[in-house]
């Protein structure tokens, strides 16, 4: 178990958090406003939802916890509409190891109100856990 702790970065949390997230997106239709299974999706905020879900369960089974839910309740820092219509939304959480902080989670989630569909993945960047810089509109 320490050798794991010991591998664990900021980085390695965000790479298997984008890793998961890519793993699900390969669950929805091409057009992104279905899943496989069938389920469907009537705005951009319930395909988050469903490219997240599962996530904390997984990494709770590895020791890893979130301050906050992930995504769920994510701290909303800004929304920055960029001039080609898309929104970008930053959210941000803090990843435990045993209760112990191993990296400050900023999630960039790219979105567009006229489109259910989202342009792209979130991406995930992780951060020290002691960089206030990060964060300094909180």
Same mark, same amino acid.
């Given at each position: ?6 591998? &664990? !970065? ?6 298997? $958090?984008?890793?998961?997230? #890519? ?5 929805? +239709? ?24 599962? &996530? !904390? ?6 020791? $890893?916890?979130?301050?906050? #839910? ?5 701290? +909303? ?62």
């Amino acid at each position: 178990m320490k050798n794991v702790a010991s591998r &664990l !970065t900021p980085e390695t949390v965000s790479h298997q $958090i984008e890793a998961y997230v #890519a793993a699900r997106q390969a669950e929805l +239709l091409p057009s992104g406003e279905a899943s496989k299974d069938g389920r469907r999706f009537s705005w951009c905020g319930e395909i988050l939802d469903f490219l997240t879900e599962g &996530l !904390t369960e997984r990494f709770a089974a590895r020791g $890893i916890t979130f301050t906050d #839910a992930f995504p769920g309740p994510l701290r +909303l820092m800004d929304e920055d509409q960029q001039p080609n219509g898309q929104h970008v939304r930053r959210f941000w959480t803090v990843a435990l190891h045993h209760g112990c902080p191993v990296a400050k989670i900023c999630t960039y989630f790219f979105h567009r109100h006229d489109q259910v569909s989202l342009p792209q993945l979130p991406r995930v960047v992780a951060h020290a856990p002691t960089d206030t810089a990060q964060e300094e509109h909180e």
